[in-house]
Nanobody, 124 residues
Framework: QVQLVESGGGLVQAGGSLRLSCAASGRTFSSYAMGWFRQAPGKEREFVARINWSAGSTYYADSVKGRSTISRDNGKNMVYLQMNSLKPEDTAVYYC?????????????????WGQGTQVTVSS
């Protein structure tokens, strides 16, 4: 079992930056691949970024590539999403998720554990 709690969301002007954090509990945290997803009102939950258990492999959605960095600290049971050059279209609830590496890709169904989400609002 893994419990996830996101933080760091807020209101920011376009062009600004935010660092989202995800605190995980559970002894097996380091064995899971971790992902960030987002969901805007009226839209489906979409993939943002993924990192494998050793932090040696990352993958990003085209919409955030070059503007965002996912990282993890297994010693602290933390995952981060640094977002720069934010745009109004980045406005959404951002979710942290954990899943077994062979299943945890770009689809929400590949992740077994989810946080409650943190709101990011980017004003123009």
């Amino acid at each position: 079992q893994v419990q996830l709690v996101e933080s760091g969301g807020g209101l920011v002007q376009a062009g600004g930056s935010l660092r989202l954090s995800c605190a995980a509990s559970g002894r097996t945290f380091s064995s899971y691949a971790m992902g960030w997803f987002r969901q805007a009102p009226g839209k489906e939950r979409e993939f943002v970024a993924r990192i494998n258990w050793s932090a040696g492999s990352t993958y990003y959605a085209d919409s955030v590539k070059g503007r965002s960095t996912i990282s993890r600290d297994n010693g602290k049971n933390m995952v981060y999403l640094q977002m720069n050059s934010l745009k109004p279209e980045d406005t959404a609830v951002y979710y942290c998720a954990a899943g077994q590496a062979f299943r945890a890709g770009t689809q929400p169904g590949g992740y077994a554990y989810w946080g409650q989400g943190t709101q990011v609002t980017v004003s123009s």
